[in-house]
């Protein structure tokens, strides 16, 4: 087995022509698209840089090293890697042919210091209302989605939510790869793993879900939901481990509880959509709804509660805090939506 620093150190030689990107702490994303041409995003802009690799296999051996540090298989039958990097970096690759360019990669890196809740106030991406009526969610055991697109701090957000978690509580988290950070003592960390390639080995959310429920946990966080393990998750919730948390990708709370949906479907268990839709709405209490805004903010613009199925089946929210024209975040009057 070779050792961690020297695999370290490999992956720095083969990363050297984005080493000044690297070690940028304005830079939030490092996109490649293929050696030539690397972009960055800082405070949610891109542009690009003119920085570039030798050739596309300066640029492979350095994805082979990552994947071999990461213990992921990468090559022609399994063309796709996602791993982190020894900084603690997330990154997603995509090799030729399937990516034209390739390879395509992505690199996304997060701050060193923790993300809070006074610090999402003091930024303006939470009102210190929505803060205090989040704190109280939190310790009253609501089960909550953290909704938003692709870069839009969903995993920051359910970071500093833990703050609110009872020092007492134990805490399960389960990842594809390693990028919430609890601010609890009493947190386990569980990750997947990925078949090798003689398609040996691979551990799944869903996995892990079931083994999560043996070991005692006070709250289950999933730091995405994917695919069909979104049933187990949503029949946990339901089964005495309220106050647990989960990201989706949706463009509103409503859209966040169909895509949910949409997963949970994905099971091979004949349930019929009624059944299912009364689970999700009966697990989810609270959707949190983020975005970016046209200056790049992440921010929080929408809460809602999940009040149930109307009389059609359809989900029932009622906004909580809502953005009103001149982009504030101000507590909502009751009403259903």
């Not at 690799?53 to 996602?82: H, M, T, V």
């Not at 205090?132 to 500093?160: C, D, H, P, R």
């Not at 199925?309 to 009403?335: C, I, N």
Request: hydrophobic share 40%.
């Amino acid at each position: 087995m070779i050792p961690t620093g020297a695999y370290k150190r490999s992956i720095a030689s083969f990363l050297a022509p984005v080493a000044d990107l690297m070690a940028d702490p304005t830079v939030s994303e490092i996109m490649i698209n293929g050696p030539n041409e690397i972009w960055v995003e800082r405070s949610g802009q891109l542009c690009r840089t003119d920085c570039a690799f030798s050739c596309p296999e300066a640029l492979y051996a350095a994805l082979k090293n990552i994947a071999q540090f990461a213990g992921r298989y990468l090559g022609d039958d399994l063309p796709i890697l996602e791993a982190y990097l020894p900084d603690g970096s997330r990154i997603e690759a995509v090799l030729a042919p399937i990516a034209e360019n390739g390879p395509v990669v992505a690199i996304r890196r997060f701050s060193k210091s923790t993300l809070t809740v006074e610090r999402l106030v003091a930024v303006g991406s939470l009102t210190l209302q929505a803060a205090n009526w989040l704190s109280n969610a939190v310790e009253q055991k609501l089960s909550i989605v953290v909704s938003g697109g692709t870069g839009s701090g969903k995993t920051s957000l359910l970071g500093a939510l833990s703050s609110f978690v009872g020092d007492n509580e134990r805490i399960v988290v389960i990842e594809d790869t390693r990028e919430v950070q609890l601010q609890k003592s009493h947190v386990i960390y569980l990750e997947t793993r990925s078949a090798d390639e003689q398609g040996r080995g691979r551990v799944t959310t869903r996995d892990l879900l079931r083994a999560t429920l043996r070991l005692r946990p006070d709250r289950i966080v999933v730091g995405e939901v994917r695919g069909a393990e979104a049933l187990d998750l949503i029949q946990a919730m339901t089964s005495g481990h309220g106050g647990s948390m989960t990201t989706a990708h949706a463009s509103s709370p409503q859209g966040a509880l169909r895509r949910i949906e949409t997963m949970a479907l994905m099971d091979d268990t004949d349930l019929p959509l009624s059944a299912l839709r009364a689970q999700v709405a009966a697990a989810v209490d609270l959707v949190v709804q983020v975005c970016r805004d046209r200056s790049g903010r992440r921010r929080v613009c929408e809460i809602a509660s999940v009040q149930g199925l109307s009389e059609g089946g359809t989900y029932l929210t009622q906004r909580v805090f809502l953005t009103t024209t001149d982009g504030q975040l101000t507590q909502a009057d009751t009403g259903d939506s």
